[in-house]
Nanobody
Framework: QEQLVESGGGLVQPGGALRLSCVASGFPFSISPMSWYRQAPGKGREWVAIITDNSEYSNYGDSVKGRFTISRDNAKNTGYLEMRSLKLEDTAVYYC?????????WGQGTRVTVSS
């Protein structure tokens, strides 16, 4: 069964940190690029970060560059998004996406709320 399951979201104060996880099953995870996206309330989906299958290359959206770090552990079929110095505007549902031979697969999302 093909499945992506995100976890690690929650409520955090401004300036705090969270680590999101995305566990893949039923996919050739180790040969698939992985991305994180987010969707804030009332807004469209925003690309956050991408990492190649072998972790040699990663890139970030301007709004998170320098604060977020994407990584992956292919042995565990798991991707991560480390988020630091969180801001109110980081509040959103975060989704992982893997691209398997041109087909996108999405998780159900995990909610991150940054609030004092």
């Amino acid at each position: 069964q093909e499945q992506l399951v995100e976890s690690g979201g929650g409520l955090v104060q401004p300036g705090g940190a969270l680590r999101l996880s995305c566990v893949a099953s039923g996919f050739p995870f180790s040969i698939s690029p992985m991305s994180w996206y987010r969707q804030a309330p009332g807004k469209g989906r925003e690309w956050v970060a991408i990492i190649t299958d072998n972790s040699e290359y990663s890139n970030y959206g301007d709004s998170v560059k320098g604060r977020f770090t994407i990584s992956r552990d292919n042995a565990k079929n798991t991707g991560y998004l480390e988020m630091r110095s969180l801001k109110l505007e980081d509040t959103a549902v975060y989704y992982c996406m893997i691209n398997v031979l041109g087909t996108e697969h999405w998780g159900q999302g995990t909610r991150v709320t940054v609030s004092s």
